[in-house]
């Protein structure tokens, strides 16, 4: 029940900061919609540990800065090769094993890495992450696994 209710404020909070309305019909309304996406959760029986991963949070505050700073470094090196004059780009399909065995896990790395100007996840597995690097530089980032150990971390995995 407590994940209910922490699910239903964090669904309105989300609400309110997306909507920027304050009227009392709107805010009614988006209580009500957060009220009946949780009810809905609860019949289909998926509010459980992943869905509120309030464990994660500590993690996430030290996760979601080096992420940021990810994708600025990346930002920076992407915009360099597009305004080369010679355009020094090298795609590349990266294949690699991950280390994290959660969904949450997963799914946070192989977002991470998209989230990263110059690589694109493409598949993700259990065993194995396909990944598009724009350059070499960006193909080796993946195959060294710095992200990889982050987001293992991040899971819970030390």
């Given at each position: 029940?407590?994940?209910?209710?922490?699910?239903?404020?964090?669904?309105?909070?989300?609400?309110?900061?997306?909507?920027?309305?304050?009227?009392?019909?709107?805010?009614?309304?988006?209580?009500?919609?957060?009220?009946?996406?949780?009810?809905?959760?609860?019949?289909?029986?998926?509010?459980?540990?992943?869905?509120?991963?309030?464990?994660?949070?500590?993690?996430?505050?030290w996760y979601w800065p080096w992420l940021m700073?990810?994708?600025?470094?990346?930002?920076?090196?992407?915009?360099?090769?597009?305004?080369?004059?010679?355009?020094?780009?090298?795609?590349?399909?990266?294949?690699?094993?991950?280390?994290?065995?959660?969904?949450?896990?997963?799914?946070?790395?192989?977002n991470s890495i998209t989230l990263t100007p110059?690589?694109?996840?493409?598949?993700?597995?259990?065993?194995?992450?396909?990944?598009?690097?724009?350059?070499?530089?960006?193909?080796?980032?993946?195959?060294?696994?710095?992200?990889?150990?982050?987001?293992?971390?991040?899971?819970?995995?030390?």
């Amino acid at each position: 029940m407590l994940r209910a209710i922490g699910s239903v404020v964090l669904l309105f909070a989300f609400w309110v900061v997306l909507s920027g309305f304050f009227t009392p019909f709107l805010l009614a309304a988006g209580l009500g919609s957060s009220i009946a996406v949780v009810w809905f959760a609860r019949r289909m029986n998926v509010v459980d540990q992943e869905s509120l991963p309030l464990h994660l949070v500590p993690r996430a505050l030290w996760y979601w800065p080096w992420l940021m700073k990810e994708i600025a470094v990346s930002a920076w090196a992407v915009t360099r090769v597009v305004v080369h004059p010679r355009m020094p780009i090298a795609p590349e399909l990266v294949r690699f094993r991950p280390t994290q065995r959660t969904a949450v896990g997963l799914c946070t790395h192989a977002n991470s890495i998209t989230l990263t100007p110059g690589t694109i996840t493409v598949e993700v597995g259990a065993d194995e992450i396909l990944v598009h690097a724009l350059t070499a530089e960006a193909a080796e980032g993946v195959r060294s696994g710095g992200m990889d150990q982050l987001a293992t971390r991040f899971e819970g995995r030390d």
